[in-house]
């Protein structure tokens, strides 16, 4: 049963309660095994995907409170979180399930998806648990740049 945009607000903020935690005992285990602050870029991902998140959830919170949603639409880069996040934590993105994340028509997210393809920052992959489907991935080029840009401008 497809779920109203109430119901979906309720599923991120129950989400980011447990992000909360999840980060609170990453917090807590990294220091009292005494894990360095200063961690190499390749093992920085995950709170890459932290940054991502609150991003993404920030432009749902956004459209949520504006009744125009069209005024702050950007397919591409809704994807490239959607998906940064979701391939991040091992996640099988669907094509159907780029789509929805971009928050856009399911014709419109295609458009972008195409486009995203045609520069290299994803591919598409057949799913070997069914043929009928198609998988989105970042290319490796998309995380990095995903993970460079986060950092930075969480710094």
Known sequence: MPMNKAEDMNLFEHLEKIDVLIAEIKNYASRSIGIDEQVPSSARTGSAVDIALRIYRQRRARAKHFSVERLFGE?????????????????????????????????????????????????????????????VILSPRAIEAMANFLHEIED
């Open 75 to 135: 397919p591409a880069w809704d994807m490239l979180l959607d998906l940064f996040i979701r391939q991040e934590r091992g996640e099988v993105v669907s094509i159907k399930s780029a789509c929805i994340g971009s928050m856009v028509p399911h014709t419109t997210a295609l458009r972008w998806l195409n486009l995203l393809a045609m520069e290299g920052l994803v591919a598409l992959e057949d799913d070997p648990a069914d043929h009928r489907r198609r998988n």
